[in-house]
């Protein structure tokens, strides 16, 4: 079994930074990528970050330059440094990787999501 445990949410002001941490824990092989999302309230889930295990990382357009994704290969845990934080940032943060339970079987995990809020 694996599970994916997000922490570092919490409430800031706009323009403050916050890390976000997501640790995986279980039966891991091997970790293919791992990921950052959000959801607002009354929105879908969208993409904030996404880091391979060949190191080619993305990013949601509305955080480019204000977010980096990185990793700790050693502790399996990524986090997300979230920089200029605005309140549109406002959202549950969930966690996510794609990885291999075995050499051959690949699954998708979720974490339980974190409250990010940015307001004054």
């Known amino acids: 079994q694996v599970q994916l445990a997000e922490s570092g949410g919490g409430l800031v002001q706009p323009g403050e930074s916050l890390r976000l941490s997501c640790a995986a824990s279980g039966s891991i092989y091997s970790i293919h990528a791992m990921g950052w999302y959000r959801q607002a309230p009354g929105k879908q889930r969208e993409l904030v970050a996404t880091?391979?295990?060949?190191?080619?990382?993305s990013y949601g357009d509305s955080v480019k330059g204000r977010f980096t994704i990185s990793r700790d290969n050693a502790k399996n845990m990524w986090y997300l440094q979230m920089n200029s934080l605005k309140p549109e940032d406002t959202a549950v943060y969930y966690c996510?990787?794609?990885?291999?339970?075995?050499?051959?079987?690949?699954?998708?995990?979720w974490g339980q999501g974190t409250q990010v809020t940015v307001s004054s």
């Open positions: 880091l391979t295990s060949g190191g080619s990382t």
């Open positions: 996510n990787a794609d990885l291999f339970v075995t050499a051959v079987v690949l699954n998708t995990y």
